[in-house]
């Protein structure tokens, strides 16, 4: 089944830090989203294995596409063209807050 919404590992990344406007718009999406494998890997980042758990049991929720060739090259094309840009966030999951759910700086 394909997912309406692919999950960025941000919004995610701001729910485990409280923001409750990044909780608030998992819990209105969590039936038509998705993730990717990388965003599984940047929210494991975050965490020491004592508190993984945590992020295991909400990312496992979400179904998980693969990152394949043709998937990575229209993800460049599309960053590319719509100039969307990579944020580097810390491991520890220290990202500045956002004033809503969606950033792209």
Request: proline share 6%; with cysteine; aromatic share 8%.
């Amino acid at each position: 089944m394909i997912m309406a919404i692919l999950l960025d590992s941000v919004i995610l990344i701001d729910h485990f830090n409280g923001i409750a406007e990044a909780t608030a718009y998992l819990g209105q999406v969590r039936d038509e989203a998705s993730i990717s494998v990388i965003t599984r890997v940047e929210v494991l980042t975050g965490f020491e294995a004592s508190d993984r758990q945590q992020a295991v049991t909400l990312l496992d929720w979400f179904p998980l596409y693969d990152l394949t060739k043709p998937i990575a090259d229209l993800a460049a094309d599309l960053r590319r063209k719509q100039g969307w840009k990579l944020r580097r966030c810390l491991p520890s999951c220290a990202c500045p807050a956002p004033s809503t759910p969606f950033r792209n700086s």
